[in-house]
T-cell receptor, first 117, second 115 residues
């Protein structure tokens, strides 16, 4: 059984460049989450989708960040323009509907390690 | 608002010794509670969860946790640790009312098992 698949696993980019992170959730899951992990702030929920619809994007840090889910098997998180303070590990996760609020397990991908120099 | 406190940022322990990782939560309503483990350079993996029923929850890899409503705690325990348990452990909480699906994580506890 394939888990949540993220790409790229590692990215180093220059300040000002556009970064696109990709995610394929577990087949059959209809909730998708983007988290960011840093030493300073720990794990933060950026945005989550139910049935491809963004439900809560209150965690998105600023307008430079955007996320889309064009279909049930694909999502992107885009940062444009990127800044050094965006350096972090970005996790995509998926679950059956409503995730933890329904007691469902959230399954995490292995993360995309982003470094902005 | 909900929050999670993991007081210990690091816990060193010798192999085969017991360990307890502490977690306290804050919420004015009923909650679900979770423990996740993160091995180096990997994503998070669910160890166990408390939804309702018995307050003692058993998870994978020999871990268990006890939900204590009066003390608002959900401490993780293992009677005998192994080197392979070295990892970071995250406690997480979600409130059942108030809408939303925001699973709030603690800051993590690094468990280091030594020979």
């Amino acid at each position: 059984d394939a888990g949540v698949i993220q790409s790229p696993r590692h990215e180093v980019t220059e300040m000002g460049q556009e970064v696109t992170l990709r995610c394929k959730p577990i087949s059959g899951h209809n909730s998708l989450f983007w988290y960011r992990q840093t030493m300073m702030r720990g794990l933060e929920l950026l945005i989550y989708f139910n049935n491809n619809v963004p439900i809560d994007d209150s965690g998105m840090p600023e307008d430079r960040f955007s996320a889309k889910m064009p279909n049930a098997s694909f999502s992107t998180l885009k940062i444009q323009p990127s800044e050094p303070r965006d350096s972090a590990v970005y996790f995509c996760a998926s679950s059956f509907k409503e995730g933890a609020s329904s007691g469902n397990t959230i399954y995490f991908g292995e993360g995309s390690w982003l470094t902005v120099v | 608002a909900q929050s999670v406190t993991q007081l210990d940022s690091q816990v060193p322990v010798f192999e085969e010794a017991p360990v307890e990782l502490r977690c306290n939560y804050s919420s004015s309503v009923s909650v679900y509670l979770f423990w996740y483990v993160q091995y180096p350079n990997q994503g998070l993996q669910l160890l166990l969860k408390y939804l309702s029923g018995s307050t003692l929850v058993k998870g994978i890899n020999g871990f268990e946790a006890e939900f204590n409503k009066s003390q608002t705690s959900f401490h993780l325990r293992k009677p005998s640790v192994h080197i392979s348990d070295t990892a970071e452990y995250f406690c997480a909480v979600i409130s059942l009312t108030g809408g939303g699906n925001k699973l709030t994580f603690g800051t993590g506890t690094q468990l280091k098992v030594e020979l």
